[in-house]
């Protein structure tokens, strides 16, 4: 059997209880190397043989899980975050129906609720926005035009652009060509939840700057919207004017 697991942002208490269970009694992992800490292997038995899925190619990964499962082993492949989210889990899991090989998921933190957590920032403030959008630029990977950046900013919703941390320019010029301008407030978040965790409070206008200034070129998310600044409302969920299932309306005066 094949559990793919989502590690959580990078600490590695942030991973679930089912997550760390998962890797203490695999037989093989094949961890994304190029974006989970290392600490977490740390769940690993001895004698568990520990691959890092960077320096492979999807046939090589899908070998290797299937020579496990001829052996009867169980093979864990640990995603960062979660693995629904850029996880390139969809091809891996089509090749394991054709094969026959049983697999579940267990899902992670994932690191734009970590970046989230560093901030100590809510992203759906009432008054601010209502909405999360989780994009990236177009890179090597293409992104279909209707999902342009443009286009989402046009929304002027909370945004979590991942991916994007070597195009700071570009993305700036994409959410200006939406509804921001150089004054939204914006952040950067490197290796979120990481002993060398950075969180940057800028503008749309001063991402590119303040990027290069502390040297963050990938493993960062780029957060933009009026919810980094809070919102001009409370929200009703707490409000004493606004009775609940739960509590009653208790009128002030
Ligand atoms: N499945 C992952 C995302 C993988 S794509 C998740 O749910 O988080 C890789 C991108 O995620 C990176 O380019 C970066 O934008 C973001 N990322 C992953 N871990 C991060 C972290 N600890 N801090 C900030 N950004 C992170």
Redesign the pocket.
């Known amino acids: 059997m094949v559990h793919f697991v989502g590690a959580g942002?990078?600490a590695p208490d942030l991973i679930t209880l089912r997550g760390a269970r998962l890797l203490e009694n695999a037989d093989l992992v094949i961890y994304a190397g190029s974006?989970v800490s290392p600490a977490l292997l740390s769940y690993c038995r001895e004698s568990c043989r520990i691959l890092n899925s960077a320096e492979m190619t999807l046939e090589e990964i899908v070998e290797a899980m299937q020579k496990a499962e001829e052996r009867g082993e169980t093979t864990v492949r640990l995603?960062?975050?979660?693995?629904s989210?850029?996880?390139a889990i969809r091809e891996q899991t089509e090749r394991l129906d054709a094969l026959g090989i049983s697999y579940d998921v267990t899902p992670?933190v994932?690191?734009?609720c970590?970046?989230a957590a560093a901030l100590r920032a809510e992203y759906t403030v009432p008054g601010a926005s209502q909405t999360v959008i989780l994009t990236r630029m177009a890179g090597r990977t293409p992104v279909p035009e209707r999902e342009s950046v443009a286009a989402l900013a046009a929304h002027g919703s909370s945004m979590a652009v991942?991916?994007s941390?070597g195009m700071l320019e570009k993305l700036r010029a994409e959410l200006i060509r939406g509804a921001y301008s150089d004054e939204t407030p914006a952040a950067l978040?490197?290796?979120?939840?990481?002993p060398e965790e950075k969180c940057i409070r800028c503008t749309v206008g001063t991402l590119a700057q303040r990027a290069e200034e502390n040297g963050i070129q990938?493993?960062?998310?780029v957060l933009v919207g009026d919810f980094l600044e809070g919102g001009p409302e409370r929200s009703r969920l707490y409000d004493p004017a606004f009775g609940t299932e739960y509590r009653e309306r208790k009128d002030q005066g």
């Open positions: 942002p990078g974006l995603h960062t975050g979660d693995p989210v850029y996880g992670g994932s690191s734009f970590g970046a991942f991916l941390a978040v490197y290796k979120a939840s990481w990938k493993t960062a998310l």
